[in-house]
């Protein structure tokens, strides 16, 4: 690990770096320390270390286990906020997709078509065309092109040609617009690294379980390494509370009421093999409640999502046999051969954290964020929506700079790429050279490009150290034993569940869950993080209860029961 005085650190987020940043943690005070290592916590420390404040950041699980790990995969401006005139939302979250399209991580955002089918020949195209005129003229507002293309009007021909296996009579036309699409935990972990690079103390597996206070001020947390079972202080000068949909639960912790309530909107998401239906762009459908999103994923479909409320377990939300139906009841409205339960490959549900209104629907409640000094020290970021993290973390950090002595400079993150951004261009444009260097198919140095970016060559050195690293893990063609290394030396993953669900998606994308690749992926993560034979079994039975009590829990009528299943699997095994 590069030494803390020099200027640059490492991009590494190993065992080493995280026992380093907890020494560092328990040593001095910082400015800031962020609570929370979803998204917005993750960018909130991006922010903090970026305007030269020192920095932390403390996760109770991996990095992104919550609702960044559980989104539709979209980078949007939300089509449907237009209808409820939220322009001012609509245009900031389209600003923020160019951005990180083009500039902060063209290696991990990419384009996506969409089409949008009409039913009605005039009134509606009118009304939707003119949604989707609005939709392109906010997109280029922020100062730059949008980079995707703009929306198109097509006829009912060509919509058939575009996507065969439609229903004849589900449509007379549509209209096609872009917007981004990310793996958001991979992206999430790389804000993570990114920030560690320029000096952030991060450590995930850290339980924040009180605060400390001089009269009324908070002045750092009570921490507790689920990892070793260590309990530790850390001092700072400002709290960042960006802890999502547990927002109210850390409140309370402060013993003071909090200014505004979050409430957890439950949706789920269903994957299919992409070949169970021929298209070759993804469809947002109107339903009764919201929209529907069909989603082109690699070799799948994503298909979500619903919204609903949910007052049970927050750490594993858990999806019904209800709510499976429910979706595909929706999608099979347009198809010609309906999809049944048995072509669902992967499942899975995650929490909104919805600012409380006063209307009983979450799909009315509103996405905006409000960021709020509760107690002196404490500052409280929550709602907001993925896309527009950068400024939500950057309006809690601007929150915490007030309240500092001497001047912080303003938000320099507009401008920062993510680690494996610069130069991601001309390594795409080298691809097939690459592959033939390596004596591997394009198609896999593709993969590999769109997940690390530059960073390919870390693990394409580990590759030619070990030949055999390059081979696919069993029942999930899609990844590599390299990356499981990689997930644990440079990634943060303690647990094969950290690699298997979010530094992979093998959890939702393999027929079986991940269940063949559980034993070949924990024995290579046993090899660097210094497992024994009864901990590496551990963590690959713990992972099988896991995807049990998941695929139990969907078979459950209502969320109750799901929810008392899931619970039966155990929790992350700790030494």
Same mark, same amino acid.
């Given at each position: 690990m590069a030494n803390s005085n020099t200027v640059s650190h490492s991009t590494k987020l190993g065992p080493e770096e995280r026992a380093a940043a907890i020494e560092a943690l328990k040593t001095k005070e910082l400015d800031v320390l962020v609570v929370g290592g979803g998204i917005v916590g993750a960018g909130a420390a991006l922010d903090a270390v970026t305007r030269g404040l020192s920095t932390g950041i403390l996760e109770a699980r991996d990095w992104s286990s919550g609702t960044s790990s559980r989104s539709s995969k979209l980078v949007h401006g939300g089509i449907r906020y237009l209808e409820q005139l939220d322009f001012r939302l609509v245009r900031e979250a389209l600003i923020e997709r160019g951005l990180l399209l083009q500039r902060i991580a063209p290696h991990l955002v990419k384009p996506v078509r969409f089409l949008y089918p009409l039913n009605r020949p005039l009134f509606e195209r009118l009304y939707i065309g003119a949604g989707m005129l609005l939709y392109d003229i906010f997109s280029y507002t922020g100062g730059r092109?949008?980079?995707?293309?703009h929306h198109r009007h097509l006829l009912k021909r060509q919509v058939q040609r575009a996507i065969p296996s439609l229903r004849n009579n589900a449509f007379v036309g549509g209209i096609t617009y872009y917007d981004a699409?990310?793996?958001?935990?991979?992206?999430?972990?790389?804000?993570?690294?990114?920030?560690?690079?320029y000096g952030t103390h991060a450590a995930s597996r850290v339980r924040v379980e009180g605060f400390l206070k001089v009269g009324q001020r908070v002045v750092g947390v009570k921490a507790h390494d689920l990892q070793t079972g260590e309990r530790f202080e850390v001092r700072a000068k400002?709290?960042?509370?960006?802890?999502?949909?547990?927002?109210?639960?850390?409140?309370?912790?402060?013993?003071?009421?909090?200014?505004?309530?979050?409430?957890?909107?439950?949706g789920i998401h269903l994957l299919v093999p992409r070949d169970r239906f021929q298209s070759t762009m993804g469809l947002l459908l109107r339903?009764?409640?919201?929209?529907?999103?069909?989603?082109?994923?690699?070799?799948?479909?994503i298909i979500g999502t619903?919204?609903?409320?949910?007052?049970?377990?927050?750490?594993?939300p858990a999806a019904t046999?209800?709510?499976?139906? $429910?979706?595909?009841?929706?999608?099979?409205?347009i198809l010609a051969v309906p999809l049944t339960r048995d072509d669902v490959e992967g499942v899975y549900a995650g929490l909104r954290p919805l600012l409380a209104g006063e209307s009983d629907q979450t799909s009315k409640l509103s996405r905006e964020h409000l960021v709020a000094h509760s107690v002196p020290g404490l500052v409280v970021i929550a709602g907001g929506k993925w896309t527009t993290y950068r400024v939500m973390a950057k309006d809690?950090?601007?929150?915490?700079?007030?309240?500092?002595?001497?001047?912080?400079?303003?938000?320099?993150?507009?401008?920062?790429?993510?680690?494996?951004?610069?130069? $991601?261009?001309?390594a795409w444009n080298k691809r097939a050279k690459i592959a033939r260097a390596f004596g591997m198919h394009t198609v896999r140095i593709e993969h590999l490009l769109n997940r690390y970016g530059v960073l390919t060559d870390e693990l394409l050195d580990l590759i030619r150290e070990r030949p055999e690293l390059g081979e696919a893990l069993p029942g999930?063609?899609? $990844?590599?034993?390299a990356e499981v290394v990689y997930a644990a030396t440079h990634e943060g993953a303690l647990h094969l569940e950290d690699v298997l669900a979010r530094r992979t998606r093998i959890s939702i994308e393999a027929w079986d869950r991940g269940v063949s690749a559980a034993p070949v992926a924990a024995r290579l993560m046993a090899e660097v993080l210094g497992w024994d034979d009864e901990r590496t079994e551990r963590e690959v039975a713990v992972y099988l209860k896991r995807v049990a009590a998941e695929r139990a829990s969907q078979e459950q009528p209502d969320d109750e029961s799901a929810d008392r299943i899931r619970l039966e699997a155990p929790e992350i095994v700790t030494p």
């Amino acid at each position: 690990m590069a030494n803390s005085n020099t200027v640059s650190h490492s991009t590494k987020l190993g065992p080493e770096e995280r026992a380093a940043a907890i020494e560092a943690l328990k040593t001095k005070e910082l400015d800031v320390l962020v609570v929370g290592g979803g998204i917005v916590g993750a960018g909130a420390a991006l922010d903090a270390v970026t305007r030269g404040l020192s920095t932390g950041i403390l996760e109770a699980r991996d990095w992104s286990s919550g609702t960044s790990s559980r989104s539709s995969k979209l980078v949007h401006g939300g089509i449907r906020y237009l209808e409820q005139l939220d322009f001012r939302l609509v245009r900031e979250a389209l600003i923020e997709r160019g951005l990180l399209l083009q500039r902060i991580a063209p290696h991990l955002v990419k384009p996506v078509r969409f089409l949008y089918p009409l039913n009605r020949p005039l009134f509606e195209r009118l009304y939707i065309g003119a949604g989707m005129l609005l939709y392109d003229i906010f997109s280029y507002t922020g100062g730059r092109p949008p980079g995707v293309p703009h929306h198109r009007h097509l006829l009912k021909r060509q919509v058939q040609r575009a996507i065969p296996s439609l229903r004849n009579n589900a449509f007379v036309g549509g209209i096609t617009y872009y917007d981004a699409q990310v793996d958001d935990a991979r992206y999430t972990s790389t804000v993570v690294r990114t920030a560690s690079s320029y000096g952030t103390h991060a450590a995930s597996r850290v339980r924040v379980e009180g605060f400390l206070k001089v009269g009324q001020r908070v002045v750092g947390v009570k921490a507790h390494d689920l990892q070793t079972g260590e309990r530790f202080e850390v001092r700072a000068k400002q709290v960042v509370n960006a802890t999502g949909v547990w927002t109210d639960d850390t409140q309370a912790m402060v013993g003071e009421r909090g200014q505004f309530k979050v409430r957890a909107s439950k949706g789920i998401h269903l994957l299919v093999p992409r070949d169970r239906f021929q298209s070759t762009m993804g469809l947002l459908l109107r339903t009764e409640k919201s929209v529907l999103f069909v989603i082109p994923w690699g070799r799948h479909w994503i298909i979500g999502t619903t919204d609903t409320d949910w007052n049970l377990d927050k750490a594993h939300p858990a999806a019904t046999a209800a709510d499976i139906d $429910y979706l595909l009841e929706h999608v099979n409205k347009i198809l010609a051969v309906p999809l049944t339960r048995d072509d669902v490959e992967g499942v899975y549900a995650g929490l909104r954290p919805l600012l409380a209104g006063e209307s009983d629907q979450t799909s009315k409640l509103s996405r905006e964020h409000l960021v709020a000094h509760s107690v002196p020290g404490l500052v409280v970021i929550a709602g907001g929506k993925w896309t527009t993290y950068r400024v939500m973390a950057k309006d809690a950090i601007d929150a915490a700079a007030d309240a500092l002595d001497g001047k912080v400079p303003p938000s320099a993150t507009e401008n920062i790429a993510l680690i494996g951004a610069e130069g $991601y261009q001309a390594a795409w444009n080298k691809r097939a050279k690459i592959a033939r260097a390596f004596g591997m198919h394009t198609v896999r140095i593709e993969h590999l490009l769109n997940r690390y970016g530059v960073l390919t060559d870390e693990l394409l050195d580990l590759i030619r150290e070990r030949p055999e690293l390059g081979e696919a893990l069993p029942g999930a063609d899609d $990844y590599i034993g390299a990356e499981v290394v990689y997930a644990a030396t440079h990634e943060g993953a303690l647990h094969l569940e950290d690699v298997l669900a979010r530094r992979t998606r093998i959890s939702i994308e393999a027929w079986d869950r991940g269940v063949s690749a559980a034993p070949v992926a924990a024995r290579l993560m046993a090899e660097v993080l210094g497992w024994d034979d009864e901990r590496t079994e551990r963590e690959v039975a713990v992972y099988l209860k896991r995807v049990a009590a998941e695929r139990a829990s969907q078979e459950q009528p209502d969320d109750e029961s799901a929810d008392r299943i899931r619970l039966e699997a155990p929790e992350i095994v700790t030494p």
